[in-house]
Each structure stands twice: as C-alpha cells, then as structure tokens.
C-alpha cells in the first residue's frame, strides 16, 4: 500500500529538475499512476490505478500565480531547471511568475503536462526514460 512517507522519501532525492526522470521512475516503482502538482502552494495529489488518493500539505507560502502564460519565459524558465541551474522553490517560483497553475505527469503517458488557471495546456513534455 502506498504511503505519504513513501512519496516523501523519493521526493528527497530530487535537488534539481536534472533529477525528475530518476524521481518519475521511483514513483512508478511505488505504484503511483500520476499526479497533480499545484504551484500557488506546492501539494500534490498523487494517484494510484485504482484511483487512491494520497495529498501533500503545502510546502510553501502561496504564491500568486500570474493570470496570463508566458510561455516562451517558461521554455526558458524549465530549461534552466532541467540542467539544474534552478532549485524547487526557485522552479515554483517562475512557474507562478510564468502563469502556471499546475503540472500533470502521467506515468502511463510518460509526459508532464503545464496548464495556465483557465485550465490550458501551454506545454506537454515527454518524459526521459
């Protein structure tokens, strides 16, 4: 049965966005199908293929999340994290200065999804194996 402190333990492992493929495949192992990260607070819903739900609490202050997407700043923004130039705080930061509201990754598509508050995908990424 997956738990909290599972998710939690994987997620320690991440320093940088250069790490997200390791912690995708950590979460895998643990059974997760795919969750929700929101940028105004920082929990997730994580998921499991029968629809269980586990929910983090906030891992920060709110942040206010612009009401339009820029995203080209955010191409730029999410590159930099990903070579590992930026930290979590800082990577949630830009997401909110670049309107994301949240990000969807699906293990089973393999992709992690942006969307704006309207609910608007402004980027869809495969995910390494």
Known sequence: MLTLEQIQAAHAKVKSGADFPNYIQDLIKLGVAYYETYVCDGHTDYYTPDSTKISTVAKY????????GNTAQ???????HQQGKTDYAGFCS??????????????????CTYFDKAGNKLLVELIPQ
Do not use: H, N, R, Y
């Not at 202050?61 to 339009?68: H, I, S």
């Not at 955010?74 to 930099?80: N, T």
């Not at 670049?98 to 598509?109: F, H, N, P, R, T």
């Open 61 to 68: 202050d709110a942040l206010l999340v612009a009401e339009q």
């Open 74 to 80: 955010f191409k730029s923004d999410l590159k930099a």
């Open 94 to 111: 830009d997401c909110a200065k670049s309107g994301i509201d949240k990000w969807a990754v699906s293990m089973v598509d393999m992709t």
